[in-house]
């Protein structure tokens, strides 16, 4: 799957990240160092390639995760800003993905969770990266947490 790229267009310590991850086939950049982001130590990412809802390109960018039966989980945060990251808006407009986790890639359909699947899946994520908790503190919207569902083989 060649559509996994170096995301251009965002910070360098991102830029980074996704090209240690790339090169090195999922080997280095799974597990992230969040402490230069305000984390408490390493936490597993993946690589999420998204088609632009405008654009229509593809993009691909490096997501704290969680797992859960059948799938792994993502936080649309935006470290708490008052409106939606672009990646989220993507993924419900073009809810079909690419995933790489660690050495892994699947396509997969992205759903946002709701009620008590959310509440279960939110606090799972709080144990995996607990600045979610001030980002949400520092919106009025509900931040939402996003089920990757692999498809396929």
């Not at 809802?53 to 935006?78: C, D, F, H, Q, W």
């Amino acid at each position: 799957m060649s559509e996994f790229t170096v995301p251009t267009h965002l910070p360098d310590w991102i830029q980074d990240h996704v090209r240690c991850y790339l090169e090195s086939g999922g080997e280095d950049g799974h597990m992230w160092d969040s402490s230069i982001r305000g984390g408490s130590g390493l936490v597993p990412t993946l690589l999420l390639v998204a088609k632009g809802r405008r654009s229509g390109n593809l993009m691909t960018l490096p997501l704290i995760y969680g797992k859960t039966e059948g799938g792994y989980v993502v936080v649309a945060s935006r470290g708490g800003a008052p409106t939606h990251p672009a990646w989220y808006l993507n993924l419900v407009a073009h809810p079909e993905v690419l995933v790489q986790v660690g050495v892994e890639r699947f396509r997969a359909l992205a759903r946002t969770a709701t009620g008590a699947e959310r509440n279960t899946l939110w606090g799972q994520m709080l144990s995996v990266f607990p600045p979610y908790e001030e980002y949400q503190q520092r919106t009025e919207r509900e931040i939402p947490v996003v089920v990757l569902e692999p498809v396929g083989s």
